[in-house]
């Protein structure tokens, strides 16, 4: 079955960086475009950023372009989200989101089970 597993959030101080890792499996991932969203508290899902599934494009919420950058491994079915200059804004759950092809729209994330993970939590304070 469909799983994705991320890693890597952390307490981190305004202006500090992170890694963040979604290691995927249960389906052939090289054929599916992959996107981060995030979920702050109180708030609901927020897109940040698509990635095609060869990897050669990525599109960016504003909020976040020019600081994070979206990247993947076909080979070793890992999905990366490195994020820079970080802002209390920033803060919340992020979950890696399996989408249903190619397709790099919102509507073409899949709402089959498994195909978002169980998020993992970054804060963002000093």
């Known amino acids: 079955q469909v799983q994705l597993v991320e890693s890597g959030g952390d307490l981190v101080q305004p202006g500090g960086s992170l890694w963040l890792s979604c290691t995927a499996s249960?389906?052939?991932?090289?054929?599916?475009?992959m996107s981060w969203v995030r979920q702050a508290p109180g708030k609901g899902l927020e897109w940040v950023a698509t990635?095609?599934?060869?990897?050669?494009?990525?599109i960016y919420n504003w909020s976040v372009k020019d600081r994070f950058t979206i990247s993947r491994e076909n080979a070793k079915n890992l999905l990366w989200l490195q994020m820079t200059r970080l802002s209390p804004d920033d803060a919340g759950v992020y979950f890696c989101?399996?989408?249903?092809?190619?397709?790099?729209?919102?509507?073409?994330?899949?709402?089959?089970?498994?195909?978002r993970g169980q998020g993992t939590q970054v804060r963002v304070s000093s």
């Open positions: 989101q399996k989408h249903i092809g190619e397709g790099m729209e919102r509507s073409d994330w899949s709402r089959r089970p498994g195909s």
């Open positions: 990635i095609s599934s060869g990897g050669g494009t990525d």
């Open positions: 249960g389906f052939r991932f090289e054929d599916y475009a």
